[in-house]
């Protein structure tokens, strides 16, 4: 089956600092990649849709200066979370679509903690 | 504005015994349907789908049902195992958004399954 992963699994960082983290899809090519958030007890949010090549497509109310993402290769997508501050500390969550169904399929997420 | 809800966060159910997860949409655009299985700490895996052509579909011991009319599906494990125990996830999405660069899929909170032995 298609694998995607994220590193990293877990971020601790200070308030102020910036964090990146990467999406790999291990044994497909994705043109599409999209980054969730998802807080306690709650949805999946869409923050962003990321093509490769191409500015990525932000969801209302996500800050796309805040939230930068870069799909440089058709097999990784990044998502940097800007001057974080405590209230992005949140498990972040990317999917890759697979071409030849368009199937997603999740990485196993990461979890940051701003303090 | 929650267009996929799950109203139940919570089911517990006895091995053996059918669990019953309900999803309810208020998008009427929305014509293809996912359920995901989630473990703490790790990203949702794909279970089953159902498109709106569709009033039902069947993969094992999952089955989801369509109400296109309630707008609301199901999803019946049957017969349920401990290993079943997680959070499942229900979303929604337009077909045709599938095969567009778009295809972003709503998602409902979630309900947290546990089977007891």
């Known amino acids: 089956g298609a694998v995607v992963s994220q590193h990293p699994s877990r971020v601790i960082c200070k308030s102020g600092t910036s964090v990146k983290i990467e999406c790999r899809s291990l044994d497909f090519q994705a043109t599409t990649m999209f980054w969730y958030r998802q807080f306690p007890k709650q949805s999946l949010m869409l923050m962003a849709t990321s093509n490769e090549g191409s500015k990525a497509t932000y969801e209302q109310g996500v800050e796309k200066d805040k939230f930068l993402i870069n799909h440089a290769s058709l097999t990784l997508s990044t998502l940097t979370v800007t001057s974080a501050h405590p209230e992005d500390s949140s498990f972040y969550i990317c999917s890759a679509r697979l071409p030849r169904n368009n199937e997603q399929f999740f990485g196993p997420g990461t979890r940051l903690t701003v303090l | 504005d929650q267009q996929v809800k799950q109203n139940s966060p919570s089911l517990s159910v006895q091995e053996g015994r059918i669990s019953i997860l309900n999803c309810d949409y208020t998008n009427s655009m929305f014509d293809y349907f996912l359920w995901y299985k989630k473990y703490p700490a790790e990203g949702p895996t794909f279970l089953i789908s159902i498109s709106s052509i569709k009033d039902k579909n069947e993969d094992g011991r999952f089955t989801v049902f369509l109400n296109k009319s309630a707008k609301h599906l199901s999803l019946h494990i049957v017969p349920s195992q401990p290993g079943d125990s997680a959070v499942y996830f229900c979303?929604?999405?337009?077909?045709?958004?599938?095969?567009?660069?778009?295809?972003?899929?709503?998602f409902g909170q979630g309900t947290e399954l546990s089977v007891k032995p």
């Open positions: 979303a929604a999405t337009p077909l045709v958004a599938i095969y567009n660069q778009g295809g972003k899929l709503i």
